[in-house]
């Protein structure tokens, strides 16, 4: 029997990614074919055939390449034989590792047979080293291509992540395929952000938002036991319908969740909020302190319909000034013609004049039941809906979970977290529908009643964040023109 020659024997190194195995036709199989054809006519000995299928050859973090180096460095293979020089890695820097450092450190050459060359001569190993930087400058294009594609992409006003931004869902096949990452509104989520920017728009701080909403909903869909996790949905450009390529904003084919205007307000707000950290308390009404700005978040200009806000016009002074007006907030402008800049009002003045209000129709509950009309109904049915389509999906969720756990395909200490998640929102989420079920007309006008004639004692007691929630409860807007003002109640 003829002695096997050491130095025959190979190590056969197979890869392909999914793109190119689609479009270029570098499937495993054909090249196993080419490789052990290749043996066989110069009677190689195969010690192993190592595959790295769907894996780019950007980095060395292949477990296919990672056998290959362990057998060259423990002697198994005298040879490692390749397609193409780029099966092996597309990093120039890589290419002359595997080289220098693993196969010729343990005497072991390198073969590629496209490029027709070995590294057991000095032209060989030459030649490696200038198509290893080819195959990096191929790389670099690839990277430029895709980055390019993506851009245009996201200008054409697509959506670009992997992860799909709270309130909004990818759309999946019925046998869970993703068709496409385009953003689609989910009915229940979505009111969870629309929720928050109205109570960040009615004055509520970002730390009582956060409270409120894990209070309320949980943390199983989103985290917000925490005001960054508020402020990253406030700053978010996408609820508005952009989405962004760098600094840049586009037009995006979602449909958004709230106004342009209500985002370019809460941007402004936010960075009032960052240059003042603390709301200051200025003047007195009824004997007691009540807070500057009390209608931010409330007021909007009678002419041009544009928000309003708190603007010092001499050092003793401040008024609320429409935004087109002011212009000092080009997003937030709606006219260039707008007439509203007389009304007399000091911000102290207005303020006062919407609590006075309020504490005069205390006093009126005849004039408060003829104020009331029967609430929509129909608002709280759809609502009632969104909850019960939630509740059914986290049903299934813990339903699914339970059974990966009874068929042994999971352990407990897995799934224990997710449960207790989804148990919590489910918890939440039967109280909402038990309570819309509750709520009847005439509650929810006893609940406003009983918000007005609150107010003077709060008034009394100088809790100011507790009157601001009283006036932003009660009121949906205020309309300014000129001296008119007008008063849009909740309840009504």
């Known amino acids: 029997m003829a002695a096997i020659d050491f130095n025959n024997v190979v190590d056969l190194y197979i890869r392909v990614s ?64 390749v397609w193409k020089l780029d099966r092996l890695s597309r990093s120039q820097k890589d290419t002359l590792i595997l080289l220098e450092d693993v196969f010729l450190a343990n005497d072991c050459n390198f073969i590629s047979l496209m490029e027709s060359f070995d590294t057991s001569t000095p032209f060989g190993r030459c030649i490696v080293g200038i198509l290893a930087a080819f195959a990096q400058m191929e790389r670099e294009n690839i990277k430029i291509r895709t980055m390019m594609g993506r851009q245009a992409r996201i200008r054409d006003g697509h959506f670009h992540g992997s992860r799909c931004p709270l309130g909004y869902k990818f759309q999946y096949a019925p046998d869970g395929t993703l068709l496409s990452n385009d953003l689609v509104v989910d009915p229940y989520t979505s009111k969870l952000v629309q929720e928050v920017f109205r109570l960040f728009l009615s004055g509520s701080s970002l730390s009582s938002i956060s409270a409120h909403m ?13 005001s960054t996790a508020i402020r990253r949905i406030l700053s978010n450009p996408i609820y508005m319908g952009n989405v962004r390529v760098g600094n840049e904003l586009y037009p995006g084919i979602h449909e958004p969740l709230v106004s342009e205007t209500d985002w ?38 009678g002419d041009c319909g544009a928000r309003m806000y708190a603007r010092r016009v001499s050092q003793n002074k401040k008024k609320y000034i429409c935004h087109s007006v002011a212009k000092t907030s080009p997003a937030m402008i709606k006219s260039d013609h707008c007439t509203n800049r007389l009304h007399p009002f000091t911000v102290h003045q207005l303020d006062e004049m919407v609590i006075n209000e309020i504490l005069k129709l205390s006093l009126d509950r005849p ?12 608002s709280k049915s759809e609502d009632k809906e969104i909850y019960e389509e ?17 068929t042994g395909l999971i352990d407990l200490d897995n799934i224990s977290a997710r449960l207790g998640d989804l148990n919590q929102e489910k918890n939440f989420l039967e109280g909402n529908i038990a309570t819309i079920n509750e709520i009847t007309p005439a509650d929810l ?19 100011m964040d507790e009157v601001h929630r009283i006036i932003h409860t009660l009121i949906d807007k205020v309309v300014v023109f000129n001296a008119d003002v007008t008063i849009y109640w909740s309840f009504c």
């Open 18 to 81: 999914t793109s190119e195995q689609a479009e270029e036709g570098y499937s495993v199989a054909e090249q196993e074919e080419r490789l052990r054809s290749y043996c066989a006519a110069f009677n190689y000995i195969i010690n192993a055939i190592h595959i790295d299928p769907g894996f780019s050859g950007a980095s060395l973090d292949r477990p296919g390449i990672k056998k290959v180096m362990y057998d060259v460095e423990h002697g198994r293979c005298k040879k490692v034989i």
């Open 214 to 226: 894990a209070s309320t909903y949980g943390c199983s869909i989103y985290d917000w036991s925490n």
């Open 264 to 301: 370019y307000m809460v941007a402004a707000m936010l960075k009032h909020n960052k240059e003042q950290q603390k709301r200051t308390y200025a003047y007195q009404i009824s004997g007691g302190a009540y807070a500057d700005n009390l209608l931010t978040g409330l007021l909007f200009c």
């Open 367 to 378: 004039g408060f039941d003829m104020l009331c009309d029967q609430p929509d109904e129909s």
């Open 390 to 406: 939630r509740l059914a999906e986290v049903n299934r969720q813990l339903d699914r979970l339970v059974k990966l756990y009874q």
């Open 445 to 463: 006008r006893e609940t406003a009643w009983k918000s007005i004639q609150s107010l003077q004692s709060v008034l009394d007691n100088g809790d």
